[in-house]
Nanobody, 120 residues
Framework: QVHVVESGGGLVQPGGSLRLACGASTASFSISIIAWYRQAPGKQREFVAHITSGRNTNYADAVKDRFTISRDNTKSTVYLQMNSLKPEDTGVYYC??????????????WGQGTQGTVSS
């Protein structure tokens, strides 16, 4: 079983920054695809960003040019640097680790989430 743990959430004023971290307990971390999702109160969970094993990245339009995703395979950790935060960025941020299976498929593992609140 792979354990995924998020950290780094908190309360920040509009225009401020937060840095989230996602750790996964797997020896296959370097070949995983890691994604961040978020869920605001009363809304569905939405994609934020992902990074592949080859460090290719993709962002939701709402966060492009403000958020940066990166990975440190030596620490089995992916980071989400969030700058110029807006109140609409408030929500629970979830990390998803996607790992390849022996039969060519993928397994998904989710963390419990970390709360990020942007408010004055």
């Amino acid at each position: 079983q792979v354990h995924v743990v998020e950290s780094g959430g908190g309360l920040v004023q509009p225009g401020g920054s937060l840095r989230l971290a996602c750790g996964a307990s797997t020896a296959s971390f370097s070949i995983s695809i890691i994604a961040w999702y978020r869920q605001a109160p009363g809304k569905q969970r939405e994609f934020v960003a992902h990074i592949t094993s080859g460090r290719n990245t993709n962002y939701a339009d709402a966060v492009k040019d403000r958020f940066t995703i990166s990975r440190d395979n030596t620490k089995s950790t992916v980071y989400l640097q969030m700058n110029s935060l807006k109140p609409e960025d408030t929500g629970v941020y979830y990390c998803n680790a996607r790992l390849p299976t022996w039969d060519g498929g993928w397994d998904d593992y989710w963390g419990q989430g970390t709360q990020g609140t942007v408010s004055s």
